[in-house]
């Protein structure tokens, strides 16, 4: 079945959607994902319902059908392994790569993809921490939680982000803080919920709940 870029990138979407909200998603979720119209979204939904990679009900939300998840859960291991790619064999920073990404990832050769993977070690996890779906689709499961839900004296080491906006990205970077950074929390402010943080080499920051919620770490 050939789709349309269009038609890969809702898939996609909702591929996240169900992961960050729940088994079936609103429509309403889709439109704001897409940054698109409730109209276009609904007529989006009804070509992919036909072409059965959806299954959709007015009022009831969306799910993915069996194809339908492989076709996004394909799209996100070949925009994961561009992005370790573009990172570690051309250099490009952890900020840089998502929007090139983007577009490597509607490439439709499944050796390409096969030969990229092993010339690239067979890698686990992308350059923002995300897992990289296997050829079946497995994604590997990781112990984490939020920074912002670790308690004072917790310890651990970056993992991921939630939040893979290049400004984010770019923010961490300028407090010295990447995947692979040991931390410990060294106070919870209680008025908003701010966070001392003491990085291995030493230094202390003072970060918001916000960049707490969007930074995950391997409690040690």
Do not use: C
Not at 24 to 46: F, G, H, P, Q, R
Not at 117 to 125: M, S, T, V
Not at 157 to 170: H, I, P
Not at 191 to 211: N, T
């Amino acid at each position: 079945m050939i789709l349309t870029i269009t038609e890969e990138n809702y898939l996609k979407a909702i591929l996240k959607l169900t992961i960050d909200k729940g088994e079936k998603v609103a429509t309403n979720a889709i439109s704001a994902e897409m940054s698109t119209t409730a109209a276009s979204v609904t007529d989006m939904l009804k070509k992919l319902a036909e072409k059965k990679l959806i299954t959709y009900e007015k009022y009831y939300g969306v799910r993915l059908s069996k194809s339908g998840e492989q076709v996004a859960k394909s799209l996100v291991r070949k925009h994961r392994l561009w992005e370790v790619f573009l990172v570690e064999k051309l250099g490009f920073a952890w900020d840089e790569v998502h929007d090139m990404a983007e577009q490597l990832e509607h490439v439709r050769s499944d050796e390409l993809v096969l030969r990229l993977e092993k010339y690239l070690g067979n890698p686990k996890f992308d350059p923002h921490g995300d897992p990289i779906p296997d050829e079946k689709g497995n994604m590997q499961e990781r112990k984490q939680i939020a920074l912002s839900d670790m308690q004072p004296g917790q310890k651990g080491v970056v993992v991921g982000v939630k939040d893979t906006a290049a400004a984010f990205l770019k923010f961490l970077d300028s407090l010295s803080i990447s995947l692979g950074t040991g931390i410990q929390v060294k106070e919870k402010i209680q008025y908003d919920q701010s966070i001392l943080l003491k990085l291995a080499s030493g230094k202390e920051l003072m970060l918001s709940k916000q960049v707490g919620d969007n930074l995950f770490i391997r409690p040690k």
